[in-house]
């Protein structure tokens, strides 16, 4: 293996932090001890209860083998033998599946959360797919919404909650032939084609999966179980012209990779190399959400890791990939450095099913520029820390961090030499955070940006701003203001108070700055020391 750690129980496979997302098997008290330092970019063990398909015939004619070499494996398989229960499909989307089978529609699991379910993983959301059109499934769900243009779905309203709900035809009409490499597989009946048109439309083989939890069988047409037991990322079709189709689906290939722990493929890798400038052209709010799937979620670091891995730091994100080249990082490195070491703490926090709003890793990213530009005493910034995080007077959180014995990590550049002189720790504080909000600025400025790799010459040029300048300034206020006078707490804060995730993921002004405020605080005097 590559990079990272990983080590294996009698009952479960447990990740390096930032891929970790188990469901069952692993008892709390574990997962923080037995999870190593992340660098996880390189093939990691194929999961538990990874089995071959059993050799029994389908309603469609059964696993059979194409002779045509190209053509993957169609396979029928028992979801039992991966592990997969109903009990693991949310309420809200069984109440979605059982209404449209009530009325006589196919209904499928379909996607990512097939793939995670098999891996014993948390699904990001459940998507459904179905024989209905979407006007049946409006008829079903009076209160559901048509959403979309080119790939038009349904949003099925279950509380507070969105359930996707897809159609065979509407895919049939707007998705893509089938790659002529692949021909219809031998035997198969009319159910088992419309499945197979369908998953060839996906973009990577580890997507095509789809479960239909009645049956409680998984259909394989496009050998995602075998790339999933092999721990690769590998588009249906051509890599190239898979991403030259899509561009978005190279950021796709970083975000599952550094998920799952698995590793690209030969031709996905050379692909998303050879195409990395076509993100410029990429529309802004498509890369702030791809980006935001890639740090919100509990996979921070690892993305970071292969977005500079692979060439494509210096496009997305100028200004921290001129600092991974001042700490003379390497492709390859498997060292950490503070901006690394303050994602692993948010991956710690947040997961698939409990994700952050993007405001919470911007600020991280404004904060950590602040102090390139401007080193800062470990005290200023536990004062600062302090200050945000229970909204306290900045006297009571100066006294606090001035009387905190923790030790604090000597191996970042971004904090200075302790000053013992804290006549002017105040006036400190304060300009940390008007620095943050200049950071925060500069993330907008297109001069700035294409200016960030300048004295690398070799590196590409990229001017692109995919942070709205309202989102900006959002993160302007909640991370460069301190009160002088608190209203909050009194005495020393605990900052192990539990998360409210519900408020953390509509990024609610306080709770994001407190999180914020407890990543910071265990970056720069981490527990362990």
Not at 96 to 114: D, E, M, S, T
């Amino acid at each position: 293996m590559a990079y990272g750690s990983f080590a294996i129980s009698s009952k479960a496979l447990v990740f390096c932090r930032p891929c970790y997302g188990s469901i069952r098997d692993l008892p709390f008290s574990l997962r923080t001890p037995t999870i190593g330092r992340c660098g996880c970019v390189g093939a990691v063990a194929a999961p538990r209860n990874l089995v071959k398909p059993r050799k029994e015939e389908s309603r469609g004619g059964g696993e059979r083998k194409s002779k045509d070499k190209t053509t993957p494996s169609w396979k029928k398989l028992d979801a039992g033998e991966f592990g997969i229960q109903r009990s693991m499909i949310p309420e809200s989307t069984r109440m979605v599946l059982n209404k449209l089978r009530k009325k006589g529609f196919q209904v499928y699991l379909v996607g990512g959360c097939v793939r995670d379910l098999i891996l014993d993983r948390i699904p990001k959301d459940f998507d459904v797919i179905t024989s209905a059109e979407l006007k049946e499934v409006r008829q079903v769900f009076p209160r559901c919404q048509i959403v979309g243009r080119r790939f038009p779905i349904c949003h099925v309203y279950v509380d507070d909650i969105i359930i996707e709900v897809s159609s065979f035809s509407t895919s049939a009409r707007t998705g893509k032939a089938p790659n002529k490499n692949f021909r219809k597989p031998v035997g198969c009946n009319e159910r088992d084609y419309i499945r197979w048109k369908n998953c060839l439309q996906r973009d990577f083989t580890v997507n095509g999966l789809m479960f239909d939890p009645l049956e409680n069988v998984v259909y394989d047409y496009i050998g995602g179980v075998e790339d999933i037991k092999n721990s690769k990322v590998r588009t249906v079709s051509a890599a190239k012209l898979s991403f030259i189709e899509d561009k978005a689906r190279i950021l796709r290939a970083i975000r599952i990779a550094a998920r799952l722990g698995f590793s690209l493929t030969k031709d996905v890798a050379v692909s998303v190399k050879e195409l990395s400038s076509s993100l410029l052209r990429l529309d802004p709010s498509r890369v702030q959400m791809e980006i935001n799937y890639m740090l919100a979620y509990g996979s921070a670091e690892a993305s970071l890791r292969l977005l500079w891995r692979f060439g494509l730091m210096e496009i997305l994100l100028p200004i921290q990939a001129s600092y991974f080249v001042s700490q003379g990082f390497r492709r390859r490195d498997g060292r950490s450095n503070m901006l690394l070491s303050m994602f692993r703490n948010l991956d710690r926090l947040v997961a698939p099913d409990r994700p952050c709003a993007e405001l919470l890793w911007i600020g991280i990213l404004a904060f950590h520029k602040a102090l390139v530009d401007q080193p800062r005493d470990p005290t200023v910034v536990a004062s600062y820390c302090l200050a945000i995080y229970s909204d306290i007077s900045l006297s009571e959180a100066m006294e606090i961090a001035k009387s905190n014995t923790k030790q604090r990590n000597s191996n970042f550049q971004e904090l200075s030499v302790h000053d013992k002189d804290t006549s002017k720790l105040s006036q400190q504080v304060m300009s940390l955070a008007d620095s943050i909000k200049s950071a925060a600025k500069k993330m907008q400025d297109r001069d700035y940006l294409a200016n960030a790799m300048s004295k690398y010459p070799q590196a590409p040029s990229s001017d692109m701003v995919f942070m709205s300048r309202p989102l900006l300034e959002r993160v302007q206020r909640m991370f460069g203001s301190v009160r002088r006078k608190g209203d909050g707490e009194r005495g020393v804060p605990s900052l192990d108070r539990r998360i409210n995730y519900k408020s953390l993921a509509l990024g609610d002004f306080h709770e994001t700055r407190r999180v914020f405020a407890r990543i910071v605080f265990d970056t720069v005097y981490p527990p362990k020391i």
